[in-house]
């Protein structure tokens, strides 16, 4: 047995050499049929432990991006002790294939570890060091941007509110002080993604692949669906939501009486657009706030869900509200050795933010599921295609709960019009994610032309043109033709994005199936989680009550379910 340190104290794991006498026990004990359940459960714990000392020095730089400590260790951790972790772990994964494991919630998992000995090479870690450092570079250009609005310095999480407003003028005037900043930043992004592309690509070299996309599809586990199937999917995204998000933005466009849309009234890289109410939302102004009513929602939906979600506030699992020097964006981490899970987010009192709490509590409740169900590390990683349909999958069973009277944060007709706003949200993000996933299609299959920038923008304004129709861009073209650089997944995550298209699909039917049995809906959501990676994407899609399919016909009878939806709800407000 190994004995493992209680707690994790980072300043403690910066050096390979605290991790070396672990594996190295591990690589060389004799492995017998009697004790490979010890081996395994061994290597488990201990890989839990590594993956906790990643993530807690991961979550700590992102609390504070101008700290130079945790930035240290960070890098340390990623760029020091992750290539020899990764070197043992080769070894032990060879020696594990050789074994006789019949365990059928182990097949899957035996499945990926095949595929990962097969595509590891020694030569891609630094690699991998080298493109961990351009990415902090980028967050932190892009973490470090601020601009002054009457008097005071705001990020861009905090420029993005005024995109919200009411008023037209703000509204333009937000989308100009966030525009401005990036395109002040335009050479440094176009430096950084080519380095990046080319990086990747000889990583596929490495590999004995024609491209990073075939690196990418391999790495991701992309088991269940080929790039032709992506490519149908835009098809049908182009046949099904296109129209949809048409008339969404037709009907807004009337209401407001305009003669047209403009770029602020629809920023879909920021998930931003126009709404035809005088005021947005106002539902939390604390931390506080938004943890208790989160947490009535979720006990009111499950007490079980309740309780995870209290255990999560009570052990510091949270931190919420936006403030100078956070990264960007909101996520759900998982801490695998104290097996809980820990959320981050940049609140400032929307609707959106009640949105986003909703999303990564579901993503919390399925790491809380996993780590407490499963026992090997192996066991515990799901596809992440279907991580996104616990996430998504949450968003919408707990939508009924966001009035007052069920813990949430409105009235009733308040929570008809956040409802209407997410649903629509929801149709209008698949002609984006189509637009992010053709790019990278694009990028990472046309290397040396992708490597011009030029050519990356003109690539970004033809999909973009294809995809994202009703706003007139004139006098801004350049602008929209740049907009790949405002995504951090295509700089940071190749290919991490059609995902979210998939489980929204997956999501959809958890939403569908809630109407006719909400209980059944909630237990087979809540079963599918419990999973983790012992079953094949479709087959956890299945376990949810939801089909893996993205033709056309399917996508355009979810369209008519979520519009119809859209169509009751609104009948509830005035
Ligand atoms: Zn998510």
Redesign the pocket.
Known sequence: MIELPQTIDVVNYQEWQTFEPYYTELIERQVSAENQREWLQDWSDLTRFWQEVQAYTSIQRTLDTGDAEREAAYLAVVKEVRPHVEKAEQQLKQRLLQLQIDDADMQVALRNLRDEVDLFREENLSIRSELVELSTDYDKTVGGLSADWDGELENLNQLAVHLDSPDRAERERGWHAIMGLWQSIKPKADAIYTEMLAKRHQMAKNAKLDDHRQYAFRTRKRFSYSPEECYQFHDAIEAAFVPAVERILERKRKALGYDTLRPWEWVPEMGKVVSTKDKPLTPFASEEQLTQQSLDIFHNLDPELGHQFAHMAEGGMLDLMTRQGKAMGAYSHSLPYRKLPFIFMNAVGSGRNVQTML??AG?AFHGYSVMRNQPLVWQMRAPMEF??VA?MGMEMLAAPNLTQDRGGFYSEEEAARHRIEHLEKTLIFFPYMAVVDAFQHWVYTNVDAASIPANLNAKYDELSERFLPGIDWSGYEEIRATGWQRKLHIFRYPFYYIE?GMAQVGAYQVYRNSLQDHAKALADYRAALALGGTKTLPELFNAAGAEFRFDTPFLSELVEFIEHEVAQLREQTT
Do not use: I
Request: hydrophobic share 0%; no cysteine.
């Open positions: 999303h990564e993503h991580n996104e996430s979210y």
